[in-house]
């Protein structure tokens, strides 16, 4: 884990509303289904102002009650201008590293975040602001966890 400050950080995609409770206990969740429609709608191709960066990202915004309320979910890209965009500025983060084999691997490494944070003497405190899974070449995931600071 490492911290790093995101500075600036435009994202654009399709989004759902969801909370833990209701992914655990349903298959598919919405956040599948959502990847789902993502993809089945060629929604990256409708979206105007995208960068030259093609990474794909998850991002969990407007937390409702921390980690046990309902929470936005977006399949993203990164977009050069800020009509209907989630906007990261000057948000600092915990940044978990992993690689695998998707979908386990993202599993896998929010399983890290939340037995992370579950120690309540953690260096660090979840922001609950904007958190997101940036998704790297050759299976590798980067998850960054918003904090306090």
């Known amino acids: 884990?490492?911290?790093?400050?995101?500075?600036?950080?435009?994202?654009?995609?399709?989004?759902?509303v969801t909370n833990n409770t209701h992914e655990f206990e349903n298959s598919p969740g919405k956040i599948e289904t959502?990847?789902?429609?993502?993809?089945?709608?060629?929604?990256?191709s409708k979206t105007f102002n995208t960068t030259k960066e093609h990474h794909m990202y998850g991002v969990y915004s407007e937390y409702a009650n921390g980690k046990d309320g309902d929470y936005k979910v977006t399949v993203a890209v990164e977009v050069s201008k800020n009509k209907n965009a989630i906007l990261i500025e000057n948000q600092k983060y915990l940044?978990?590293?992993?690689?695998g084999e998707l979908p386990q691997i993202v599993i896998d490494t929010w399983s890290q975040v939340w037995k992370y944070f579950e120690d309540d003497n953690s260096e660090f405190k979840r922001a609950f602001t904007i958190d997101f899974e940036k998704y790297m070449e050759n299976d590798e995931i980067e998850l960054y966890i918003s904090i306090n600071g």
């Open 1 to 16: 884990m490492k911290t790093h400050r995101i500075k600036r950080l435009l994202l654009s995609g399709l989004s759902t």
């Open 34 to 44: 959502l990847w789902a429609d993502y993809v089945e709608t060629k929604t990256y």
């Open 95 to 99: 940044v978990f590293k992993n690689k």
